[in-house]
């Protein structure tokens, strides 16, 4: 394999495993803010109990996610150091907010939060938990500003005496219709994990308690979890309805500017409707081996000019036009000033193929969407289950669904990136900068191959260690709560005792 696939495997690797501990991190601080505030104002001991359970949880995935996160910006200036030359002052923006303003603000107040128990008042100890999420909502922004900006290069132009991509407007940056949807679009999906979660540990621990032999400790714990239980099944429905609403504004954006990576998601090799025709949308297809050729596949019309336009009778242009539209010189957006500085500079490069992986795109894009329908159903059919005070009956179904509620959405995130990054190919800047042109010209194939083993072997022990950390604190279930101390006012959390 060439350096730059490599680098590619090696990139697409760590960066997979780190967004295991993303939307978790996001979803759930957030929701043991929001329980924390049930305690704040209710005082009831239940409440306290899960925040502390689940605040466990949050800060063994939040830890994690700052170990693998790591390694992603190290890598900019390894295997890509050409990217970074190219875009760095453009890219490098957002990512510098993002350790300075974000992720300080998040790891500050989560160290308060840590270590304010019984030392801050309780007022101001909730507002660090909120600030805390507020901090992992701001990375978000800004990681996807900039992932955006490679999706729509917009805010830059061409120098072609330095041969780099330079700002001329950060705020654009901001409000590039690419991050106007994708951010919602993510935050809605990592809700969704963050309420998956949360039913699936609730929901196996009622079914460990629904016994007639409860004792009164347990009948506690069973109040308790049949909450948080409810409450990560109402969040798996109201995220769910917010990802496919915002998905469908997404899709309109795509369209737009990356034609190609849509079409390539249908496996749309010719354009279909217009002139009082409907665009059929793939359910699924089966090709030949190269993917040219329809062998079997079941469709339903109309549906792709609605997702794509919002008219079933709009026209989709297919793979082979829109191959055809590039090589003879067409960008991928008119009016995008980047893409029309560099378009001379980008025809010595000689890009022949701007097609996509297409059954990486076609088949991720359906494993994304599938997933998240999973995540919903098993919401609606949690909280069908535990009506009127009931609780789920123990056994191999139950703990499938518990198990499926979180992973469906997880892995749904993932492979909605895997889309959203395999199908801008052959670009790493989308009509700029070809990835074949953004690798490192030092590192040899056989430097990135020895890396990306060392990084699978090291993520892998990670792994063990993660999981095997969650599965035990899970298992040990809601702490014995000892009653909290008191604190009247500031001479008493500023007091030392020896």
Sequence with gaps: MSEVALARWQFGITTVYHYFFVPVTIALSMLVAIIQTRWYRTGEDKYLRLTKFFGKLFL????????????????FGMNWSEYSRFVGDIFGAPLALEALLAFFLESTFLGLWIFGWDKLPKKVHLSTIWLASIGTMLSAVFILAANSFMQNPVGATYNPLTDRAEMTDFLALL???????????????????????????????????????????EDQDAGAYRWSAKLGAWVLLIAGAAVVISGDFQGKVMYQVQPMKMAAAEALYHTEGGNGEMAEFSLVTIGSLDGTKEIWSIKVPGVLGMLAMGDPYAEVPGITELQDAYRQGAQLSEDNALQKAYAEKLR????????????????????MMTLGFIGIAIG??????????????SGLVWSTL?????????????FGWIFTEVGRQPWIVAGVLPTASAVSPGVSAGEVLATMILYTLIYGALAVLEVGLMLKYIRLGLPAEVPPVEIKGEDDVLSFAY
Excluded: C
Aim: aromatic residues 16%.
């Design 348 to 367: 010595t490069v000689g890009i022949n193929d701007y097609t996509p992986f297409v059954p990486a795109s076609y088949w991720t894009f359906r494993a």
């Design 175 to 217: 409000t590039n219709p690419v991050f106007l949807v994708t951010f919602p679009h993510v935050i809605a999906g990592a809700w969704l994990t963050g309420g998956g979660f949360l039913l699936a540990v609730s929901g196996w621990h009622l079914a460990r308690l629904n016994k007639a032999d409860r004792t009164e400790q």
């Design 402 to 414: 518990m198990g499926a509620a979180f992973l469906a959405p997880l892995f749904g995130n993932s």
């Design 380 to 393: 609606a059919y949690s909280l069908w289950v535990l009506r009127k005070g009931r609780l789920p009956k």
């Design 60 to 75: 063994i995935n939040f830890a994690m996610g700052v170990v693998t996160g790591i390694v992603q910006e190290f890598q």
